[in-house]
């Protein structure tokens, strides 16, 4: 859906913003761009809407040269949410949604209608926060009218700068679940710009880790926490990666023990992160957990610190063959 080739950024001062990229975001994939201050990951996001142009290279959008399109129409195939959320104070919570809608020539009871869907969809009550004017929300809530308002036009694409960084860290942690849940239903095509390695880990179906205005590592998160590409990348991810592997690594039925005797009062699902697994472990005297189907809700099996172990071991393997 969106292709790099060979794409340069070079300001007239000789700053070098991003060098050479050369990688690919598959339909409906969520990719973050992680890295320091200034690597560039910005700078990527925003050539794909022509809000900076490229020096060298080309950018492919489902296959179209993006240079050769309209900039004003392609952003408007584009849905764009960032930091701050930029919604208008002056127009309600129904009217910000609606606005690139309208401004497509949709009819305006239709883009409400829209809008008030979509406002539902990120868990926004149209007829209690509809009316209400930015100024009235928390910074949980104004973020996810900007969720809503970049999906109003039904983009294919969008783009988020820092996009939950704004807000405290228990209600960022929160709008990463209900995005990521979002994210099942709408499967769009994603680029998440972030600073914080524990986002791009949470929510990108592939990272690409930055250097200094060049890609370190393209891969997915397990693989990037198990086997760095190189000394940078094993910087950058910490000696603690092992900690955030247990996020990226489910609990499968292989990892679990024979059910034998009462049912522990713990459980969690298959396919529940080892984090999530491990948090009620030692919660459990026992040193067990049940693991239940998600589609029966029958116990497939207990989960035991040895279990984990094994989970974990064989996250080491799988990185290691992808690397």
């Not at 584009?78 to 104070?89: D, E, K, R, T």
């Not at 509809?130 to 970049?150: D, H, I, K």
């Not at 035991?304 to 799988?318: F, I, S």
């Amino acid at each position: 859906m969106i292709r790099f080739e060979h794409v340069t950024k070079r300001y007239p001062d000789g700053t070098t913003a991003v060098e050479d990229l050369s990688f690919e975001v598959a339909e409906g994939e969520l990719v973050t761009l992680v890295g320091p201050s200034g690597c560039g990951k910005t700078t990527t996001m925003k050539m794909v809407n022509r809000l900076v142009e490229p020096t060298s290279g080309r950018i492919l959008l489902d296959g179209e040269d993006i240079a050769a399109a309209d900039p004003v129409a392609l952003r408007r195939r584009i849905g764009y949410v960032i930091q701050q959320v930029g919604l208008f104070p002056h127009k309600t919570v129904l009217e910000n949604t609606a606005t690139v809608p309208r401004l497509t020539g949709t009819p305006k009871a239709r883009a409400r209608a829209r809008a008030a869907e979509l406002l539902e969809l990120v868990g926004l009550d149209p007829a209690v926060y509809g009316s209400r004017y930015p100024e009235q929300l928390s910074g949980g809530q104004r973020q996810r009218v900007g969720v809503a308002r970049a999906l109003a036009a039904d983009p294919p694409v969008l783009l988020m700068d820092e996009p939950f960084g704004a807000v405290d860290p228990v209600v960022r942690e929160r709008l990463q679940n209900e995005f990521l849940a979002l994210q099942k239903t709408v499967r769009k095509t994603i680029l998440l710009v972030t600073h914080d390695l524990e986002e791009a880990v949470r929510l990108g179906d592939r990272i690409a880790v930055y250097g200094h205005g060049t890609i370190e590592q393209f891969a997915r998160p397990a693989e990037v926490l198990a086997a760095p590409a190189n000394a940078y990348v094993a910087s950058f991810v910490g000696a603690d990666r092992g900690l955030r592997r247990l996020a990226v690594t489910p609990v499968e039925a292989a990892d679990l023990a024979p059910a034998q005797g009462p049912a522990p009062a713990g459980t969690v699902s298959l396919g529940a992160s080892l984090r999530e697994a491990l948090a009620a472990l030692l919660q459990e005297d026992s040193g067990r957990i049940g693991v239940t189907d998600p589609e029966t809700g029958a116990l497939a099996g207990v989960l035991t610190p040895e279990g984990v172990h094994r989970a974990l071991r064989r996250a080491d393997l799988q990185g290691a063959r992808e690397a």
